[in-house]
């Protein structure tokens, strides 16, 4: 096999020959002067005459460069050189893949047999590259992640890249879009703004907003959750935010809603003020824009307080709900997702709603996977649905009905060729959660027979007397509520009929217990503990997620105790074990009385709004508070939001087909 074969075969492949045409040539001249110093010749050498010559020397030299890329022969031992870096480089080079077969004595079979050999290797080795690089990453963090942690840390990770809705809106509507509502992004903002929004994730300052001084937040490392293997930080106030949240306090209990107005004005970056007044202008006059914005910036507040340890989007920043100073990034994380969906900034949401989870991942005091799957759907993540459904080990996922049916939807979408693993995905959905057949398949828009309807295997249990909803029955709700709009097309209508039909075939006619259908043992054993959860205690943190959901039809079915227990918008429903520095200052656990924003207010009583100067009727007086707020924090005429999008049924037929 010639030597000119060799070569031409070795570039068809990528490997590049230079740095051992290089070495060699070190070699020779190293060679050169070693006979020279033993008295040889002294006749100058030429570089260039090393590469030039006669065709027979090129020949020559070409098979010498050839030996030395495929043998790697071990270099003899040759008088020590002057040290210099090129000496050191040129060592390292040589003494590679000791007793190698020559190229020379090589077949053109045996040495594309060979080739393809390394080809192999050459991914077994990224692999373990990237492998140690993951590891490398965790330990740089002073963090030793297990296997197990690694896997779920990886569907925490959020991409920074995505954070930004502005460029989301842009990509859907075009640029024309963001500038007609008044957010051109960075032109005209002074440096040190646009400087320090480049370093930021969750929040965009806009230029009109006030300048940030002091937020009076504060962040400190305090040890590691063992569980998950994350950093545990604590959330602080600083003196100053201490008695200006005295202030604040006082103004919820005095239900004044123009003083958190006017403490909001004075302190711009009160992260609790800013999140009550939110949720005030929201349910008064349903001013979702400046709402939003006002929940954005105390996001801002949050991350300008941010250890530099912390990152929100590594997947490994974890906080202590149980302090109420960590508690108001979970709920500005939480309203800033629902804003953003109601913008149609799906993706933009997805991640969100990750970095939500990931501050507290095993006990989720917000409920984030009960709207994952819907975000993941909305943004055609698929892909990601089926990997959490699959791979997430620190709660019991495979018990939510939402992620059931979710999952079997997002295979659905990534099926091609007509496989059947959506189909089997959806009977056993259908199986361990029947309950959900009636009530999805009606708001789908689809005829359920009355056979199904009235068989005692698709109805919900009820105690009488009971006028609550059991576990089971809210988070049944809270997912047909949410996602049924991602069912309505008539390609999932038809696959939810086969779907049911199949199940069917399962069911013991007239069963209604797991033990009345006809599958695997897996599906008999979920379908038993699911059946546990038609209990009316219902935990803390589905509840604390029905408060905040905006569904206000679900919120007659939480037990009695919440119903009648009175939360506050920044923070509402806190935990049993609540930690809380104020209730010492304040005389105990703080009791308040309703007003605008309390989850328990009624808003069609307005009193305790103040004085509205005269003002007659409910609406005026909802606008005169409004007004005089907006005037306040300095806020003028609003445009409508280019993004507002309504329910859209985009998961189509052409979706699967791209």
């Known amino acids: 096999m010639s030597s000119r074969a060799v070569r031409r075969a070795l570039k068809e492949r990528g490997y590049d020959d230079m740095a051992e045409t290089t070495a060699l040539i070190e070699k020779q001249v190293r060679e050169m002067e070693s006979e020279k110093d033993d008295g040889g010749s002294a006749e100058p050498v030429n570089m260039f005459d090393l590469l030039g010559g006669d065709a027979a020397e090129a020949s020559e030299s070409e098979d010498s460069v050839v030996e030395a890329i495929v043998e790697h022969e071990e270099p003899k031992q040759e008088t020590k050189p002057a040290k210099s870096k090129k000496t050191k480089r040129s060592k390292n080079k040589k003494g590679k893949g000791k007793g190698k077969e020559k190229a020379e004595d090589m077949s053109m079979a045996e040495f594309e047999a060979h080739l393809k050999k390394l080809d192999a290797e050459l991914p077994q080795a990224e692999e373990a590259k990237k492998a140690q690089g993951t590891a490398g990453r965790g330990a740089a963090l002073g963090v030793e992640l297990t296997a197990e942690q690694q896997q779920n840390r990886a569907l925490l990770v959020v991409d920074a890249k995505q954070l930004d809705a502005e460029a989301e809106i842009k ?10 509502a008044g957010q051109g992004g960075r032109r005209g903002m002074p440096r040190g703004l646009a400087m320090r929004r480049q370093r930021l994730a969750l929040s965009h300052p806009k230029a009109t907003w006030p300048p940030m001084v002091a937020a009076g937040i504060e962040m400190q490392q305090v040890g590691v959750d063992e569980e998950t293997g994350g950093h545990v930080f604590a959330v602080e106030h600083t003196e100053r935010f201490r008695t200006v949240q005295i202030d604040f306090l006082s103004a ?30 929201k349910q008064t006059g349903g001013d979702f824009i400046e709402a939003g914005t006002l929940v954005e910036r105390a996001l801002y507040a949050f991350e300008s307080g941010f250890a530099s340890r912390f990152s929100i989007t590594n997947g490994l920043g974890r906080l202590d709900f149980r302090r109420i100073e960590s508690r ?26 990750k970095a939500l989870l990931a501050l507290d991942p095993v006990r989720d005091p917000y409920g984030a996977l009960l709207t994952l799957d819907f975000h993941a759907l909305k943004s055609r993540q698929y892909e990601y649905v089926r990997r959490m459904a699959t791979e997430w080990t620190w709660s019991r996922i495979d018990l939510l009905p939402g992620w059931a049916y979710s999952r079997a939807l997002a295979e659905f979408m990534l099926e091609r060729n007509g496989a059947e693993r959506s189909a089997d995905l959806l009977v056993e959905a259908i199986l361990v959660f029947p309950s959900v057949v009636p009530v999805l398949w009606a708001r789908a828009g689809l005829e359920v027979d009355a056979a199904v309807t009235e068989h005692p295997y698709f109805q919900q249990a009820h105690v009488a007397g009971e006028s609550g909803m059991t576990h089971m029955q809210l988070l049944e709700q809270l ?17 939810l009929q086969e779907g049911l039909l199949l199940a069917l075939e399962l069911i013991e006619l007239g069963g209604r217990t797991a033990g009345d259908i006809k599958c695997s043992e897996s599906v008999v054993q979920r379908r038993r503990e699911a059946e546990r959860l038609n209990s009316y205690v219902v935990p803390e943190r589905i509840s604390r997620h ?37 209730n010492e200052v304040m005389g105990g656990r703080m009791m308040f009385e309703t007003m605008p924003g309390a989850f328990g207010a009624d808003l069609g009583d307005l009193d305790g709004l103040g004085d509205l100067d005269g003002l007659d009727g409910d609406a005026t007086a909802v606008q005169g508070l409004l007004l005089r707020i907006q005037n306040l924090l300095g806020g003028g005429e609003l445009e409508t939001d280019p993004g507002t999008s309504s329910d859209e049924s985009d998961l189509g037929a052409d979706e699967r087909a791209a």
């Open 328 to 353: 108001g990034l979970f709920l500005a994380l939480f309203r800033h997702m629902q804003f953003l969906a109601r913008r149609g900034c799906w993706r933009t949401a997805f991640e969100v709603n």
């Open 546 to 582: 029905v408060l905040v959901s905006d569904m206000d039809a679900l919120k007659a079915g939480l037990p009695e105790s919440v119903r009648l227990a009175t939360s506050y918008a920044f923070d509402p429903l806190p935990p049993s074990d609540d930690i809380n520095v104020y």
């Open 252 to 281: 919820v209990m005095t239900n004044d809603a123009d003083a958190i107005a006017g403490l909001a004005y004075h302190h711009p970056y009160h992260v609790d003020a800013l999140l009550q007044l939110s949720e005030i202008l």
């Open 479 to 495: 997912f047909v509520e949410r996602s049924s709009a991602l069912f309505r097309t008539p390609e999932v209508g038809r696959w």
């Open 171 to 180: 990509r859907l509507f075009g640029s024309a879009a963001v500038q007609g």
